[in-house]
């Protein structure tokens, strides 16, 4: 089973090569965990759209719909929207049943460029495990393609891809990786137990720690609490088996 | 003293970000590791140029000058040149008082890339140590542009970035990393004295060894045995201070 790990947006390869694979979409800090987090709290489907404009244009054709608008621009919320992208936003008194219009700057860039793949899952820290048990489920070679800040590698979502690495990797599993995930795969391992330490180390985290977003960091942190395996398809990411509204 | 590593030709940022800053080209298999060497065996010069054609034009342009033609295309060598992308090709007889025209997949990219940096030092293992030096000297922002393989993350190429950091950290220096730096480091760091295996545990690095180049792969894992350190400046490449023919 073949794995590559592709540190940003723009190492992600062409769609004729990522068509007979599954893709996994990570943007740690913090759209993929933010849309794992809203779905999980009964949001009916993330749709992940470009630029703030796309959203309002979506809202002014629908007006008999309610919408969530999130996302950010520079880490901000964006003028015109109801919330920024920090998970702890996304409660289920703000998003039960309804959709949310997304968009951010790496990370719905990142989902959009996977898309080509065959399946596209979204996967954060909380989720890694149960998105690396669907993979071996599936069996089909992986595209794991992070997000990275701005175009560059970024410590967090390649962290992010080397735990889901190392929880695909075992006895009953040989996994072939590029040069990229045999580094993402140590990086994860080395911080194993400290992954709040290694999101304060990054660029990236240290940017959101001093606009104060602590909580934010911690609650990005967290490995494995999640057993939901968010499915981009047709535009929208949804939970396979989750009650639709 | 702020210094970023950039994994591959498409993750180098603009030039705006990078006239203030030197640069330093690395790509370990083998183009920058040819270079070094040709210019230590007494090449003039060596003249990067992005395509075949562009090299047979100064041929056919300059009817009074001898040149050697070198360099690769998925790493063999160019029909119509005269010697390949093998450091040990290059040899004093063979280069000697002569301008190399130089060609390659990565390389020679990585290298226009950096150029828009006020200095562009070329660099491979050979040289890291000289390489660190000579940017502690200088005094300037550093950008470590690594060629990577296909617009792809690879492990020499950043494992030799990391020494470059290596040798640059120490309690005299203050440097401050991006997220590529701080993983580059860590990676050389643990590959010390076993800078052989590490290229045969790369993608490119198993690739030339099923070509039967291991000899090349031991010839560029060498580390600090020069103490040249080549300038790109004004379209070619050239060691400061050697004797110009």
Same mark, same amino acid.
């Given at each position: 089973?073949?794995?590559?790990?592709?540190?940003?947006?723009?190492?992600?390869?062409?769609?004729?090569?990522?068509?007979?694979?599954?893709?996994?979409?990570?943007?740690?800090?913090? %759209?993929?965990?933010?849309?794992?987090?809203?779905?999980?709290?009964?949001?009916?489907?993330?749709?992940?759209?470009?630029?703030?404009?796309?959203?309002?244009?979506?809202?002014?054709?629908?007006?008999?719909?309610?919408?969530?608008?999130?996302?950010?621009?520079?880490?901000?919320?964006?003028?015109?929207?109801?919330?920024?992208?920090?998970?702890?936003?996304?409660?289920?008194?703000?998003?039960?049943?309804?959709?949310?219009?997304?968009?951010?700057?790496?990370?719905?860039?990142?989902?959009?460029?996977?898309?080509?793949?065959?399946?596209?899952?979204?996967?954060?820290? *909380?989720?890694?495990?149960?998105?690396?048990?669907?993979?071996? %489920?599936?069996?089909?070679?992986?595209?794991?393609?992070?997000?990275?800040?701005?175009?560059?590698?970024?410590?967090?979502?390649?962290?992010?891809?080397?735990?889901?690495?190392?929880?695909?990797?075992?006895?009953?599993?040989?996994?072939? *990786?590029?040069?990229?995930?045999?580094?993402?795969?140590?990086?994860?391992?080395?911080?194993?137990?400290?992954?709040?330490?290694?999101?304060?180390?990054?660029?990236?985290?240290?940017? *959101?720690?001093?606009?104060?977003?602590?909580?934010?960091?911690?609650?990005?942190?967290? *490995?494995?609490?999640?057993?939901?395996?968010?499915?981009?398809?047709?535009?929208?990411?949804?939970?396979?088996?989750?009650?639709?509204?």
């Amino acid at each position: 089973m073949r794995v590559d790990v592709f540190p940003t947006v723009v190492n992600i390869p062409d769609a004729a090569e990522l068509e007979n694979r599954a893709a996994v979409a990570i943007d740690v800090l913090r %759209a993929t965990t933010t849309i794992l987090t809203a779905l999980t709290n009964g949001a009916d489907t993330v749709v992940p759209v470009l630029a703030p404009e796309e959203a309002f244009k979506v809202v002014r054709d629908n007006p008999e719909r309610r919408f969530v608008l999130g996302g950010e621009r520079r880490s901000v919320v964006i003028p015109g929207f109801h919330l920024g992208n920090s998970p702890l936003e996304y409660t289920p008194s703000r998003v039960e049943g309804l959709p949310v219009l997304f968009t951010t700057t790496n990370g719905t860039r990142a989902i959009r460029r996977a898309a080509a793949a065959a399946e596209v899952y979204i996967a954060s820290f *909380l989720n890694a495990p149960a998105v690396a048990k669907q993979l071996i %489920a599936l069996g089909k070679d992986v595209a794991i393609c992070c997000a990275g800040t701005h175009d560059q590698f970024s410590l967090e979502d390649t962290a992010c891809a080397g735990a889901i690495l190392a929880y695909m990797s075992g006895p009953g599993s040989h996994l072939e *990786l590029n040069d990229m995930g045999l580094v993402a795969r140590e990086l994860y391992l080395r911080y194993d137990g400290r992954l709040g330490d290694l999101l304060h180390l990054s660029e990236h985290g240290q940017s *959101l720690a001093k606009m104060g977003l602590h909580e934010d960091l911690l609650f990005c942190a967290q *490995l494995g609490t999640s057993t939901a395996v968010p499915v981009f398809r047709e535009g929208q990411v949804v939970l396979p088996g989750a009650k639709r509204a």
